[in-house]
């Protein structure tokens, strides 16, 4: 029983722990530098199963193409009205800033509450595909409990009910 309380509360305080670090801001990791359109494409999945991209199959070599594999976002009217509504999207949900908005791009950030870990989250308007390209990576990490998919289709199904 003794063993039991002592690992209970080494638990307990490692928790603590891991939150305060997260509030001060120790596990928001480092904001890329090679975001955007580069060559009609976004950047590729991160190596670790904690990212998204609908243009991972542009990558065949890439360690997780299949894995990181997500659909497009369809349009809804054209891109530039497709963005804006994905904008108003983002700026209403919780945890999530736009960071920079371009004719075509939208580039935004998630934190989640009690950690403070930061994923970074891209949407490109594809003129020639016709629709708008999407990348969801967590910068720390290995894996993300889905969290990245689960936030691209919960966007997928409010820009389908707009």
């Known amino acids: 029983m003794f063993i ?8 307990v305080v490692l928790a603590i722990g891991l939150v305060a670090a997260g509030q001060f801001g120790l596990l928001k990791g480092t904001p890329p530098n090679d975001l955007g359109v580069h060559d009609g494409r976004l950047k590729p999945p991160a190596n670790s199963p904690n990212s998204v991209s609908s243009q991972a199959g542009l990558y ?28 108003a999207i983002v700026e209403g949900t919780d945890g999530a800033i736009v960071v920079k908005t371009e004719p075509g791009y ?33 910068r720390l990490g290995e894996g993300d409990l889905g969290a990245n998919r689960k936030r691209i289709e919960a966007i997928r199904q409010r820009l389908a009910a707009s």
Not at 4 to 11: C, D, E, R, S, W
Not at 62 to 86: F, M, N, Q, W, Y
Request: hydrophobic fraction near 50%.
């Open 60 to 87: 065949p070599d890439h360690p997780r193409r299949v894995s990181a594999e997500i659909a497009p976002l369809a349009l809804r009217g054209d891109g530039p009205a497709t963005l804006a509504k994905i904008k």
């Open 4 to 11: 039991f309380k002592g690992l209970l509360i080494l638990i």
């Open 106 to 138: 939208l580039y935004a950030q998630f934190t989640t509450r009690w950690m403070k870990f930061t994923d970074d989250v891209e949407f490109w308007f594809d003129p020639v595909a016709g629709v708008v390209q999407v990348r969801s990576a967590s």
